[in-house]
């Protein structure tokens, strides 16, 4: 199993930008993929980003595109999501997650280790 521990979460205003921190720690050698998810107040978790751990490919959803950016550190074994250009309905729990598997998955069923999540709150 991975150990996940997210990081840098925090308030901000509209326009504004955070980065948030991913520590893995365990058997990270399982982590092939590594994702950003994310959960509102009466929502479903949802995708957000991802980074195939061995060649560091990104993919993102849709209304993240342009605005964040994923990235991970091997000498660290860390993964980062620097967001820029905040909205109010990026307001959620943030999570770090990771799967054994080598693909683009945005599904959270196939994410087997997850971390306990940072709040990102941003006012209007």
């Known amino acids: 199993q991975v150990q996940l521990a997210e990081s840098g979460g925090g308030l901000v205003q509209a326009g504004g930008s955070l980065t948030l921190s991913c520590a893995t720690s365990?058997?990270?050698?399982?982590?092939?993929?590594l994702g950003w998810f994310r959960q509102a107040p009466g929502n479903e978790r949802e995708f957000v980003a991802g980074?195939?751990?061995?060649?560091?490919?990104?993919y993102y959803a849709d209304s993240v595109k342009d605005r964040f950016t994923i990235s991970r550190d091997k000498s660290k074994n860390s993964v980062y999501l620097q967001m820029n250009n905040l909205k109010p309905e990026d307001t959620a729990i943030y999570y770090c997650?990771?799967?054994?598997?080598?693909?683009?998955?945005?599904?959270?069923?196939?994410?087997?280790?997850w971390g306990q999540g940072t709040q990102v709150t941003v006012s209007s």
């Open positions: 997650a990771a799967t054994p598997l080598r693909i683009s998955t945005t599904r959270v069923a196939h994410f087997s280790s």
């Open positions: 365990g058997r990270t050698f399982s982590a092939n993929t």
């Open positions: 980074s195939l751990w061995s060649n560091g490919n990104t």
